[in-house]
């Protein structure tokens, strides 16, 4: 894990300028199908239309341009089961340097393309923590560059926050705003920047029931890591970092679990009357939504889609039902 | 079939005033990563993104608003395979008018849930031209509804025609812009508006190579009426209607067939990298500029995206290959 104290809004006001020559202010979109399924006005931030289909390419290239000349010349590090490696290739390449990445076997092969296409270095390896981690300082042992944690960083987080200035310019008067959690980084970025923007917004975060430790970590008051993720949400089998753990707990975060049926039911959904490409991991925000939609009634929630990096041709997509 | 004369220019800027109030000015959008598979510049104007997820809520909404209060009141009727029905329904709500829709059994079935969704009435018949055709006027002697054609009607015409004027404002210097070809509506009032506005810009059509009567009758110099379509494209299977082919050959429209498995690849390909739920009907314009891509080469193409309403639950999207 990389060393760092917690970002604030001013890293993340520095973040936005750094990323504004490479990153898109990416649109707001709406459904009246949905609102009323909903009993809701949703606004949907489109970070699938990111560059690199995912919100990752924002902290990914705030920790690359934040690096002095020295250090960049030695390219960057990173583990990623697939958007976050993509967009640190992608961030490396806005830069000019390397990007190695290191990726479990089983990632969605769609993200493993997206690293290639970007000119990223692959480098495989088991699909455990512990092999990530091993893998990851070899690299660095062997390269010279710098390790970008795919959420347990300031830089990162501090670039993921950068979508709450955007969306509250975009859309007044919003009630809540709920995001997905994997590693925390999403959501750690997103409450620093609401808690000093816009105090009065409710914030939630949504979780596979399959990969619930942020919840469970919330609930028992300390980090739960013995858990197997399992879930179709490939995005968000991560375990919550400690300091995003911190933080949510800090910024009063509430995580709601949902099954992978009824967010792969949200996704055919969002396909279907958004007529948006979305992942499972991020469909999981309109399902948790739809769990407990008499907490969301009647009001305005700004609803963060992370991605939209899915294998179309997938047999999980073919047999989704 | 509905008597009129060829919609010009005029017409089409009533129309956009007309359906302003209604409609929504798509966005545009672009791909890094198309552009590059293309060797070309493509502009994907996002009708899909229109009310009803179509572009047939545009022509729908000029006629049901171009009717005098007293017609008006008896309300509409047209046959459609699919989103001319929804679109026709949608604008009658607008009015708060009746809608009746005349269906060909075997219609897709996301498309039968926007009609009924629409609040239009549906009415169901044989999947023949003739069963459609007299099943509607049976509609319109009971109901004294006005008949509103898919595509063989000027104000049709002059709706689908604005798409146009808006696409030349939001990218300018075009070098060519393609559509595709069902009954020829959208082409139609499309190449009017081109050629009145933009007289240099090429314009193509593109369509199945299952259901390729307009290609067909283009190259014989007659109407061709026999074929049996035999296309996954069913918002393409129409037989090209007689004014819609006379403006193709008089505006110089040339149109491309492609293979329905280039079409879902399409499909597939828009889809993954502009992250868009596109339909079957829309992607062939992909795959048409893709199959002789030596012709756009390095030229910037506005390409119609005309519509999203695919079963995303549908065996054929799940055997997709």
């Excluded at 009993?39 to 290239?61: D, I, T, V």
């Excluded at 999403?186 to 949504?206: D, E, K, N, T």
């Excluded at 739960?224 to 970092?241: E, W």
């Excluded at 992942?279 to 889609?305: D, I, Q, T, Y």
Aim: hydrophobic share 45%; charged share 20%; with cysteine.
């Amino acid at each position: 894990m990389t060393r760092f104290t917690n970002p604030v809004l001013a890293d993340i006001r520095a973040a936005a300028a750094r990323i504004a020559p490479y990153a898109r202010v990416t649109p707001v979109m709406c459904s009246e199908a949905l609102d009323e399924l909903a009993g809701a006005s949703m606004y949907f931030k489109c970070e699938h239309l990111q560059r690199g289909g995912a919100f990752k390419f924002r902290g990914a290239c705030n920790a690359v341009w934040a690096l002095a000349e020295d250090d960049a010349r030695r390219g960057v590090v990173t583990h990623s089961s697939g958007n976050h490696g993509a967009a640190l290739a992608l961030a490396a390449r806005t830069r000019g340097i390397p990007a190695h990445i290191v990726v479990p076997e089983g990632a969605v092969a769609a993200k493993l393309v997206n690293i290639e296409r970007a000119g990223g270095t692959i480098h495989r390896c088991a699909p455990t923590q512990a092999a990530r981690e091993e893998t990851c300082a070899r690299v660095q042992r062997e390269t010279g560059a710098t390790l970008v944690h795919p959420y347990a960083d300031a830089r990162v987080m501090a670039g993921q926050g950068t979508i709450i200035p955007e969306l509250l310019q975009q859309v007044p008067d919003l009630n809540v705003v709920i995001t997905p959690v994997g590693g925390g980084g999403l959501i750690s970025g997103c409450a620093i920047a609401l808690r000093a923007l816009a105090p009065a917004v409710g914030i939630f975060g949504a979780e596979p029931a399959g990969a619930d430790d942020a919840l469970q970590s919330l609930q028992r008051g300390q980090r739960v890591t013995d858990t197997v993720p399992d879930t179709i949400c490939d995005g968000l089998r991560a375990t919550i970092g400690v300091p995003n753990l911190a933080l949510l707990r800090e910024l009063r975060v509430e995580v709601i679990a949902v099954e992978d049926a009824a967010t792969l039911a949200a996704m055919r959904l969002l396909w279907s009357e958004l007529k948006q490409t979305i992942e499972p991991s991020s469909a999981v925000v309109l399902a948790a939504l739809l769990k407990v939609r008499e907490r969301f009634a009647g009001k305005r929630v700004g609803v963060v889609l992370s991605g939209g990096n899915v294998d179309v041709d997938s047999p999980a997509f073919a047999a989704r039902h």
